[in-house]
């Protein structure tokens, strides 16, 4: 028999979890512009996003047509070309961390506030977008989810010393030293997911929920073949969980349906998977903070509760002050 979800008050508490690529990123970006007008790159045109070219031009190395992963793989792997790849990283690195939010209320604020502090965000994101949204919003309420960073990021600052992480302009709470700046993990092939504490850390978190989450929404992360050890750490975690018969899979992506439940078809049991190109069709932004305990309400009891889907707001104080009611809620039943 599978492990029934927890409750409390009435609202289900066993974790929601979200895995954001990059395709969630371009997806708020191209709702609310990045603040300064920078766009996102993908692996097949960051050499120019970026500005690499004339570090590479300059070092006879030929990038035109070619994927940045096959080419950074190929820099990486011949030891003359150290301090080469070194001014690449720290380049990517730079236009990254320019990078702000934009002021107006985003998919990602959306996201975080559709979430409660039993549920995780987990992104194999580099940019900034998720951390700034959070900060913002968690100076109207602190009920709100985890969020871990499964390839480095760069609005994450850490504290070795101390084992501690936070914003990147903030101090370790231990030693009140600056944070320094987390290493992004780069495209190289085969990924190490345990060499570096951070990222092992913060694998660690994710795999910890994924054991006992009722939900899982995949939003714009398409699984990549040279991710195919992310993937496989996912999925050996994902069958271990008791709960997986009955739990419900959610992809949020703009490609077909088809090729989607295809990459997933070994996350899904039976037919507890399905898809939608749009994150307001989905059911976290259709049923905000009680994703969860819709499913178990309709599933487990066969009652059906109404969607309460986001309006559109003009700032985060009109998204506050909507979603508190339900906040409340979770408080006292």
């Known amino acids: 028999m599978p492990t029934l979800p927890q409750h409390k008050n009435g609202i289900i508490t066993t974790p929601h979890v979200v895995i954001l690529g ?36 300059d070092n006879n190395i030929k990038y035109e047509n070619e994927n940045f992963e096959v080419l950074f793989t190929k820099l990486k792997s011949n030891s003359k070309y150290n301090n080469l790849t070194n001014k690449i990283e720290k380049i990517i690195y730079d236009y990254f961390y320019s990078m702000k939010i934009s002021n107006e209320v ?5 996201l975080i506030m559709s979430l409660t502090e039993h549920d995780v965000i987990a992104t194999f994101n580099w940019d900034p977008f998720l951390v700034q949204a959070l900060a913002r919003c968690s100076t109207f309420t602190h009920k709100l989810p985890r969020t871990v960073y499964l390839h480095g990021n760069v609005g ?8 501690t992480v936070g914003h990147i302009d903030a101090k370790c709470s231990k030693c009140n ?14 990924k190490d997911y345990t060499s570096n504490p951070l990222i092992k850390s913060e694998w660690k978190m994710l795999q910890y929920f994924m054991e006992t ?9 398409s699984a990549p073949v040279s991710d195919y050890k992310a993937k496989e750490l996912l999925l050996n975690t994902w069958k271990s969980n008791k709960s997986m018969e009955i739990a419900e899979m959610e992809i ?82």
């Open 22 to 57: 990059a395709g969630a990123s371009i997806a708020m970006t191209n709702r609310n512009q990045e603040l300064s007008g920078k766009g996102l790159p993908s692996m097949n045109n960051l050499v120019e996003k970026v500005g690499l070219s004339r570090l590479l031009d």
């Open 106 to 110: 985003t998919i990602y604020d959306y």
């Open 156 to 163: 994450t600052g850490v504290c070795y010393k101390d084992n």
């Open 177 to 190: 030293k600056p944070f320094k700046s987390t290493q992004l993990l780069y495209p190289i092939g085969e």
């Open 213 to 221: 989450a009722y939900y899982i929404t995949i939003f714009g992360y």
């Open 252 to 333: 949020v992506d703009i490609q077909e349906s088809e090729k989607l439940l295809k990459t997933w078809n070994d996350f899904i049991f039976n037919d507890h998977g399905f898809t939608t190109k749009d994150i307001f069709d989905s059911a976290l932004f259709r049923h905000p903070r009680r994703a969860t305990t819709e499913l178990f309400q309709r599933t487990m009891m066969l009652k059906f509760i109404d969607e309460k889907p986001f309006p559109n707001f003009s700032t985060l104080k009109e998204l506050y002050e909507w979603i508190k009611p339900l906040i409340d809620e979770e408080q006292n039943g």
